[in-house]
């Protein structure tokens, strides 16, 4: 009955000389299955895409900085050393500044090893309405501070992490003590493997070789780092040379990394 009633308006319209084209029911239902077909596919790629850790907004910070940016690099630095002075244009100037060009101030800073201006910078982040916790924002805040063996600051930056319940992977875990370790902040580095060996994630061999290769000129620390690989991994080689470890089962190896 639709599709008589469409054909009929059909035929009248085409009597007419601005009769508009009509759309018959069949046209409709496909219209309407292919739109559903692409809003699925759409939203599934949204799904997977927003799973990715590749899509961490720290992650994808370091963008060309602008002119903004770096007319505040450059104001910061010079007015470092007047506490007043700082405060007054961190409250006025730098709040304005918006979240990526915030980011790339941020990572300027770091890779300078500007502590004192990192830290402002990092204080000021955590506190904008749209921040959330994020494992390279930490990632790269120890990283600096390790650089500059900054111990206080360091624990001030892991509470912030421990209250946030910021988690890291094993290969973040491993790439930090390694640093600390390379900066000569053993006691430090330990603590951090302490929390790594409490993680809830499953070990992987990588990291530890990662580790141990740090703790070379730490043998007693390497001793103990050791015991827990060889348990954690009882089909490995131990070797005390820089070539830490060979695993009898390649395939096995390949899995576990």
Known sequence: MLRVASNSLLRR?????????????????????????????????????????????????????????????????????????????????????????????????????QVLLSMKIYEMVRKEIWYRPDMFLYRDMLMMLARNKEIVETKRVWEDLKREQVLFDQHTYGDIVRCFLDNGLETVAMEIYEDMRQSPDPPLSLPYRVILKGLLPYPELRERVKDDFLELFPNMIMRDSEDLCEDDEPSSESEDD
Not at 17 to 46: M, Q
Not at 52 to 72: C, N, T, V
């Open 13 to 113: 319209g085409r009597g007419s000389k601005n009769a508009i084209p009509l759309i018959t029911i069949d046209d409709l239902v496909y219209d309407y299955h292919g739109a559903k077909e692409e809003i699925g596919d759409c939203a599934r790629r949204f799904s997977v895409s927003g799973a990715s850790p590749s899509l961490s907004i720290w992650r994808g910070r370091k963008k060309e900085m602008g002119k903004e940016g770096l007319i505040i690099v450059k104001e910061l630095k010079r007015l470092k050393s007047n506490p007043i002075r700082l405060e007054r244009f961190m409250e006025t100037q730098v709040t304005r500044l918006l979240k990526l060009d915030l980011f790339a101030v941020l990572a300027e800073f770091q890779r300078q090893d």
